[in-house]
């Protein structure tokens, strides 16, 4: 299984960004699918979570200002971020927990992309 993420860049702060992930591979079913972030010198931190049914939750710092949402039918996960700060300043990374057609149920990351907010 491979996740793959992508959207990020650099942006000005108030401004906006949709991050995409599409995971591939031998895929039964993905149970909750997340977005990560972490910024330089800092952990890794939860941003949103979205279960196979759409509900989500958000981290504090991401109420009000994103949104996450998935297709079950693309095994696409994205996130929407609005009024963007330079606290955001990260790398934001997917995660999926998935149940490959084997029965193995595994955690999978993508890549990473890069989100740099200048202020």
């Known amino acids: 299984v491979q996740l793959q993420a992508s959207g990020g860049g650099l942006v000005q702060a108030g401004g906006s960004l949709r991050l995409s992930c599409a995971a591939s591979?031998?895929?039964?079913?993905?149970?909750?699918m997340n977005w990560y972030r972490q910024a330089p010198g800092k952990q890794r931190e939860l941003v949103a979570a979205?279960?196979?049914?759409?509900?989500?939750i958000y981290a504090d710092s991401a109420k009000g200002r994103g949104t996450i949402s998935r297709d079950n039918a693309k095994n696409t996960v994205y996130l929407q971020m609005n009024t963007l700060k330079p606290e955001d300043t990260a790398v934001y990374y997917c995660?999926?927990?998935?149940?490959?057609?084997?029965?193995?149920?595994?955690?999978?990351w993508g890549q990473g992309t890069q989100v740099t907010v200048s202020s």
């Open positions: 591979g031998s895929i039964f079913r993905i149970d909750a």
């Open positions: 995660n999926a927990r998935v149940m490959t057609t084997d029965w193995g149920i595994n955690d999978y």
């Open positions: 979205v279960t196979a049914s759409g509900s989500a």
